[in-house]
């Protein structure tokens, strides 16, 4: 039921009433005695969080309900709380007919796998632990329109824990999503701040949800047309965060997290990094006598990792960046001002990244409703003509040259493929190979 980040999927397909009031239900079945609830700004959330609601009160749970707001903020408030968990109403990056539900642990991390598994066992099995007519649970709301205040403590928190600089110009275009406290801190901050796509609205008109080079051209353009100093961008829930140099170059993800990697860690530090992560980020902590530490994909495995001793950071390619000392929630409001600072003490982020190794990465994903069957035996072929393999998330293959990895999404019926040298042609060879060994994987499946 839950993939690497939670539920997620169509509304009304794999997402409905029926499952939402079964997930409330079996959280609380499972000992959540307290629950904080927000949701992002799609209109499916609304009928979806009160039918949470109902689940989770009808089986003796107490909910601090606090609205609309960005998933790093429910999560900060689930710790502030003591709550013994969370839950967020969102499909993160997800189309506008898409929702989802994720579920945070006390500690302000996303479920595990077996957290996960028992609540899908609960609901599969409906083996909900129904509250007596004088044990329903309550709900408290705190959300803005009844005074609620966890969007400013976590602007406050911003605030007093990152450096920001006053006299920066920033664009921040907030894809009609939920991270304007990003914009907020700093402003109060005194930078300049001029934002875009700043309504909320589930629909995404401004452009889609993603952080995605393509998807930010508007914001791409004024930051290059203006005397910007670096624009900042979100996904729907401002989970994950992605930047736009002076120039109007959209940055990597892999670059962003060489940067943050290189400046969190020091020697004999680890950064947590998912396995389809750039060899950039190797060398930049090799350079530091720092190291990195590999992961499943998945925000949640990341943190899992961020959360050990001598861990100093926690990033993945795709703009979810872990501060384990803040907050074990990819939080990108907390990303956007840390990056800010960055800027502000160390000079222009194109000079930043022109700094940094151009090594050729390959991506691409082929669609497929059999996307475990083709990473299984991709992986029963790699293992016999390779002798570095790993499967740790999907198939990764090292070679002389570079790597290659094949795996499946945890979100959609995709398998993936990345390879990466620090040649051009080696990289192409690499990825060349890895697509054929899923081409003969497809037509064993087929």
């Not at 530090?269 to 590999?294: E, F, H, I, M």
Request: glycine share 10%; net charge negative; with cysteine.
């Amino acid at each position: 039921m839950f993939g690497t980040s939670g539920v997620r999927g169509p509304v009304g397909e794999t997402v409905t009433a029926d499952l939402a009031l079964d997930v409330g239900r079996a959280l609380a079945t499972d000992g959540a005695a307290t629950v904080v609830v927000g949701r992002d700004a799609r209109d499916s959330g609304r009928m979806l969080a009160r039918a949470l609601l109902a689940g989770l009160t009808e089986c003796g749970a107490d909910v601090v309900d606090v609205g609309v707001e960005a998933t790093p903020t429910v999560a900060r408030a689930v710790v502030r709380e003591g709550a013994d968990a969370g839950v967020v109403v969102t499909a993160s990056h997800n189309p506008a007919p898409d929702n989802g539900i994720k579920l945070w642990a006390a500690d302000g991390r996303a479920f595990d796998e077996e957290r996960n598994d028992r609540i899908t066992e609960i609901v599969e099995t409906e083996s909900f632990d129904f509250a007596g007519h004088d044990a329903i649970g309550t709900v408290e709301r705190r959300d803005a329109v009844a005074g609620g205040d966890a969007r400013r403590l976590h602007e406050r928190a911003l605030r007093e824990t990152v450096p920001l600089p006053d006299d920066l110009s920033v664009v921040v275009d907030l894809g009609n999503g939920v991270g304007r406290v990003t914009a907020d801190a700093l402003h109060a901050a005194g930078c300049d701040v001029e934002t875009l796509n700043g309504q909320r609205d589930g629909r995404f008109p401004g452009r889609p949800s993603e952080p995605t080079a393509a998807n930010c051209e508007t914001a791409r353009e004024v930051v290059a047309a203006t005397d910007a100093d670096l624009g900042l961008v979100h996904d729907g829930d401002a989970d994950r965060m992605m930047a736009i140099d002076e120039r109007g170059r959209f940055v990597s993800g892999d670059a962003l997290l060489a940067l943050f990697a290189r400046r969190e860690a020091g020697p004999g530090d680890r950064v947590a990094v998912p396995v389809d992560t750039s060899l950039l980020v190797a060398d930049a902590l090799a350079a530091v006598n720092a190291d990195v530490t590999y992961t499943p994909v998945g925000d949640a495995f990341v943190a899992a990792e961020a959360s050990k001793p001598g861990v100093a950071f926690g990033g993945e390619p795709s703009g979810a960046w872990i501060w384990p000392e803040r907050t074990l929630c990819p939080d990108g409001p907390l990303a956007a001002c840390v990056l800010t600072a960055l800027i502000d003490a160390e000079g222009s982020l194109a000079a930043l990244v022109d700094d940094l190794p151009d090594y050729p990465i390959r991506r691409d994903s082929v669609r497929t409703e059999a996307k475990r069957a083709i990473v299984e035996r991709v992986g029963e072929v790699a293992v016999a003509e390779y002798d570095d393999v790993s499967t740790l998330d999907g198939i990764r293959v090292e070679t002389e040259t570079g790597w290659f990895l094949v795996r499946a999404s945890g979100t959609e019926p995709l398998v993936r493929i990345t390879a990466e040298a620090r040649e051009a042609d080696d990289a192409d060879a690499l990825f060349e190979t890895a697509r054929d060994l899923v081409e003969r994987a497809a037509a064993d499946a087929s």
